[in-house]
């Protein structure tokens, strides 16, 4: 299914960067933020902004809307120094509001502090009572608030002394394991968090110096470091490193960077990241666990044609979400992959009035198909995901209408058909398609000839094929297809 | 002084209203905030806001410009409920920013609140100390935030128990006696507060029925109460009942309002409401004290001409805010009033080149000489204030180029010399004329042939005449003309 | 009537200036213009325009909205030259659109031409079918469009031969001879042009040399020469010369300026200068037939006195627009003058539900009564003009609520009663107020005591008073009162 | 080279449909208009439009901008009728200003007519002269005001009598042989009209009844007709009927569409279809000439692989526009298939400072590299063209910072060396890299192994191999790439 035609929508990006002591003094690193801003943008179109800090100031730009709306060349001036965080998002709450712009920024007894986060709590409830009850108001219903404030709160006595900002979050991440991705600015330093699970993807770059990037990878000094979202995020300046391990802290300073701690996950549980990033969310180019996204998608493209072959004259995909599987698909069941249809990029939000006459024009105007790969020939139609199976009719429809004989429908990922507590906004129960249809009454619903799943375990097989698991464990989430949550099911825990 | 060219700024206008059991269910108070904030706009055209609720969720339109552009019939819709607070700002600090429009409002343990206040308070930094000790991050450097923290924060053991909302501001008035009005509203109630010394402004009225407002002022049960920063806000639909006590906390619920507490100020200290409200801010029919504003100017405007007569054909002002001091003055001195200058009111920010050949069109632009009351004739012109100078020398200049053939300036109030600390931005002392020249080097700095000011003495005795003050002690706050601050310089005060 | 209160709409005010030999290189005059259309903002705020030359390239900003909106430092840079042209407009039709934006600028073959003007063509529709019919399209309703086209178009074989700009535009004065003004703009030239009944105002200014402006009139060279619809717009930096006559063509070039000729009114026909220019349009500091009209109103109010006396206590106005005439009624009667209303400069649109529980508080959040000239007083309330009549009812009874124990209202002008056809957007004759009720019934149906007009005869003799008329000859049109056209009603006349 | 990165830009896309009898009272024509121009949105962002009309009155739409930034459900409500037309803009000039959006809309002595054009007008600067020197004045310097003031204008004497709108067309043709598609609309009629060398695309559709739509491609009646520049914007509900012949134009209405004439190019020329629409403008969907676009571009890949074959391991594209082409070369080839570069469709306008360290940063932030595809492979990479040169290099940077062992760029056609003066807005000669660096010298600039183009030969024989020519003569225009213009280089010719 087309990423621009579903209900699925992911919370965040978040991105962060320092600069050391090569760092070049009339340069604001707040440049090499809007870049992996810019880059992040799928993760969320929501708002976006920037904090940076030149040691002693911080400054912050936050605005509704996209990157490019929000940023302007007057006020990126503003945005001085060598270390800054910024953020991308879309939120899962209806309170599409400034007031939730990320970062989160305020003034603590021990300095200034500036949050982004990307995830969701889920104990938040319990973590909000415990912050309210020790007598702070919360502007938002935000968990980058609730963040911040309970690092800024005094802890119990004895617990932690001074500003002691590693011990908060140490603190923090014990009260609640799972789901996150945190970038925390102080005036000297950026903390990059990651939740114990691993649900929530963050990576590390090393910010190349000019010479370099030119010349190509010689070992020269870094001149700064950046922590991402995604790899995607790093383009050619910045030198991907590796994954931020789950529940691992690194500071990083002017004088470089450190692992201060690496937080274990409650005993007996197995990492959990989330395997949606790999199916939907990410960039094909950005890399997971040791491999690029576009591969493993090929290889679900692959596993898919093992598991649901059918016999054609042409594979191709819903433009470019299914690309990678098509691919894979074609290789695997030698049936020759072709475009089946080209997307309008122009295409927005559209006015077309709600009549029976012009009903289902809005995915013809998006999608066309291509007559010389479509008429006459049985077709197999690969689409990432189901979600609520609004689009995939009207595609097999115009398909029909270009001459299509035949229309296979294969789905490189499983039924979608569970909520998620971690920061991914999924439609309830019963918007979910795969809930009340399954795979042979969805074909005639949408009036294809075949429509089939890949199978969960075929989709781990091909995530974890080629992946650098943690100690060779087992551990992706597969909430949303099977309802096996990584920690239980969350409630409203006290603590 | 023209309020329009004038350096002054003031910093805010609150407004608060709760329908009573005889509100009609189907009306949103908003519309009575709204325009009561429209009214109250010469208070602030910064940024406003809006929160209103119908006891259980609260909704909030806020923004930076002025209260028409902040609201439209759209937004409005969603301010529902039967309460509600509003606040106009203008900032004393230059973070004219978003995030520092009122009303403030965060989610506590004891539930939701919304503050809007008008003020300064004058031991900021101590409270904000305190706040941030106890682990509280703030996101601004705003009193509403510092205000509504403190508010929410848990009081040292056994002062305090539960929500004790009283309790809780009565511990803010004995930490802060000074200076503000303020409207903090919970779920089911506003209350309504005004510091000890009543140095800002705060009044309550009753929202008359319909019939009540068509027959006049027969003596049927409230619609609904309100109180204002000023009366102005009132129009006709609220009938004016009085002024809030300073240090008085009044409880507006449902049910009706009642006085909960009359904080007192420190032993031996007198009321000191600020006397540059009747001089300069307040709306010249907004009622202080038992007293019409205009009445006061007016009266301002005798005292001068019998402090400083001088010998003329006509008595004018500088328009409008000049208007009734010339009226008092033309009157005592038996010298007939005419205008001598009319205001292009379509005039605002403008883009002349800042070049020696159009320089001082400004004024011109917005300012233009009557010649027939103007040619020929020796004139006294009537300002109500002079700050910083700038502007009443072009205007000199206008009136000799359209034949005046005396210009004698008569200031309405007392030269302005020292800054405030309780709310009002005063430029800095180097930049206020009178601390630089006397009124002769004024008088020729600025090219009349005569200038006075009224003196302190005089203001004070046009201002005290008819008021009801408190007890009958002398007490208002004339910091800014003498140095004589109400409850001594601020410093940085611990507690 | 309060001229922001009204439904009566000026069409435009034009403004012209070019520089002299004398006229610095480094300076561009649209600085001069720009400033002029900001002192002409009171005859249209729909919107305004500014076209410049510096003999090769034309220039042009226009846009919907204040001038201050139109234009800012940015678009002003690009308004390079010596000479230009500027409009400002209310529109008389319904469509207030960008592409009715003047001045209006084309290419002819004889080189280009900008064209701005105020006033309406009252024989359009026969020089719209002779344009027409000649083969050009028209892409708009607009006079200007209309005016410059006709000024193109190749005349009638002998008629007029090559450019002949002088000879196109007398051309055109005889086919229409009212009622304009025009600014008419070539590369090398600005022509200057009034109708011949003089019906709209033109007056002409001399651009003072910076010296002169400090030192006073001495009298050196002019810098350049100006035009504009009022003198207002002159403020100090250009010396009001005299008004252009009726019929006139003045050409302004680098060299200077010369009448070109004076086109003769139609046999027998008086002046037609718009009586209501003087009581209502104008700036209270503009010069028209040699008297301020600051001056005729306040005779007008005197004049009023004499006719329409009565017992009262105090005289004042609705503000500003009745100032002049209360203060000229006080000094004739020798009751005093007091302000009885002061306005909120702040209340712009607002967006009150149109509901009985809040209507009329429009009226109420404007003006706002001083009680201590209306409480127990018989009053005077002076207006300008009564149009709709749907404003003065609510101020009647805003100020016997405010305890006015008489209200009696007197009007400074006669009742208007018929359509304008030279470029005053009167309402209809159905919307006209004093086409339904006479003054007694009137003051009923508004709640007053009484209420009086001044007489056709004591407008026109407070008007001609001190004017200095053409030859002598009694001229001003008062359509709009008596019914009687200059030119009779206009007609689809062919030529 | 992709479609978005190029300096080719392409002037405008033209809509107009008709309702027949049967077209339903309640439905307005607009929206079939706006889903057109959507669809053709790529063939201009600047500005975009729409007229129509009921048969009286005509309803105006325009502004700067994206189709889905102009128009809106609230303007929509007043674009009523049966009948419009509408436009989509690219500029060529740098006048991109509200005053040239099309439509162009005048009334003339014959009716309203509104205009709307794609092309340009070879030989516009004789048309000018003849119009303005009939006494028209020009607004602006576009050929749509120029046509339809050309429209209007009454003949030379017996040439045509009366409105006679087809033999003022006829006229137009004759007078103007190139190059354009117009839509003339008047208020009971559309005139849809291809220049005689049929030198810019139109086409022919046919409205289809709800019924058909749904239940496919039954022969009922038809609802209402429509013309496009490319049948890409007729999507489902319209049927693709057939091409508007060179020199033909058609009359619609709501009867019928009917041809009134097809007017003859000069003797002895040849119908000169624009070649590059095939090569870069079209969308892959549109049929010109009886052949998809895409089918067209996959044989110019096929071509290209069997003139300049290379070996390598996989052949990629620059998406999306070189996809056609690189599938066609992969299946001649036997090359395998792959993607090399994935793009991000977020990225905009950038801020990147123009500094040293940032630069080529865009590059990278539009196409991202799929390691798999590319890691230790020798790529194709196939572009549709080159212009500047700009964007090649950088990527190819970045293919071999990926990993890359070599990589060969081929491009879809021949290289770009000669200006269009037929309404493409090519770079200059200068610009052109064609035109300085042969394909060596230009491999070794941009860092290629080899970089071979299509030949003109090559291109023409993939354009031809299935085209349905007029009367099978050879016939499109090369210009741009031979310099041979269909009608020789213009000139300013008189007439």
Known sequence: MSKNATGLTHECGVFGAIGTEFWPDNVDISQIILIGLEALQHRGQESSGIVTTNGTTFHTQKGMGLVRNVFNSENMKKLQGFMGIGHTRYSTSAASDQVNCQPFFVHSIHGSLAVAHNGELVNKDGLRKMVLGRGVGLSTHSDSELITQALCLNPPEGEINGPNWPGRIKHLMQLSPLSYSIVIMLKDRIYAVRDPYGNRPLCLGKILPVSDRVNGFSDTQAEGWAVASESCAFLTHIRYVREVYPGEIIEMTKGGIKTIDIIDRPEGKAPAFCIFEYVYFARPNSIFEGQEVY??????????????????????????????????????????????????????????????????LNVSLKFSPIGVNVAGKRVILIDDSIVRGNTIGPIIKLLRKA????????????????????????????????????????ASHVGADSLEYLSVDGLVKAVQRNAKLENNKVGHCTACLTGDYPDGIPSNKDW
Do not use: W
């Open 403 to 442: 001459g299509a004989i035949e229309v296979h429908i294969r789905v490189a990922s499983p039924p979608l058909q569970h909520p998620c507590y971690m920061g991914i906004n999924i439609p309830t129960k019963e918007e979910l398609i795969a809930n009340s249809l399954d795979s042979t009454d969805l």
């Open 295 to 360: 591969s493993v998608r090929a290889q679900c493209g692959r596993q898919l044609a093992i598991e649901q072959p059918v016999l054609a004259d042409i594979v191709g995909s819903v433009p470019e979400s299914g690309n990678a599987a098509a691919h894979g698909f074609a290789k695997q069941s030698n049936i020759p992959f072709g475009e089946l249809l080209t997307k309008n990029t122009y295409v927005g939000r559209s006015f077309i009035q709600p009549t029976n006459r012009l009903r289902q």
